[in-house]
């Protein structure tokens, strides 16, 4: 199993981005697919996830609620990150995660397999 994030750059602040996690070796629908993101110096701190598909619900960190959305294009097969209104504190190297298991996971812990990260920065 293999996960490959895409899509992250340089940004103003005020922008948009979308990162895309592909997977090889297995099918994303059946894993709750999460999105992490890691600043320097700082813990990896949980953004959002999906959950297998066909449940499709979605949860957001309180920061990006209003800001993020993710979602699940069948077509290209990814999990998608669309972020809009990006902020400098929106800095990070930002991971996508697939777990077996589903619902809400918030923990680095109930993750199975990591994709190695794409950097996003924001200015100000």
């Known amino acids: 199993m293999q996960l490959v994030e895409s899509g992250g750059g340089l940004v103003q602040g005020g922008g948009s981005l979308r990162l895309s996690c592909t997977a090889s070796g297995f099918s994303l629908g059946d894993y709750t697919i999460g999105w992490f993101r890691q600043a320097p110096g700082k813990e990896r701190d949980w953004v959002s996830c999906?959950?297998?598909?066909?449940?499709?619900?979605?949860y957001y960190q309180d920061s990006v609620k209003g800001r993020f959305t993710i979602s699940r294009d069948f077509v290209q097969r990814t999990v998608n990150l669309q972020m809009n209104n990006l902020k400098p504190a929106d800095s990070a190297v930002y991971y996508c995660?697939?777990?077996?298991?589903?619902?809400?996971?918030?923990?680095?812990?109930?993750?199975?397999?990591w994709g190695r990260g794409t950097q996003v920065t924001v200015s100000s």
């Open positions: 999906t959950g297998i598909s066909g449940t499709e619900i979605t």
């Open positions: 995660a697939a777990s077996t298991a589903d619902g809400r996971k918030r923990l680095a812990s109930e993750y199975d397999d």
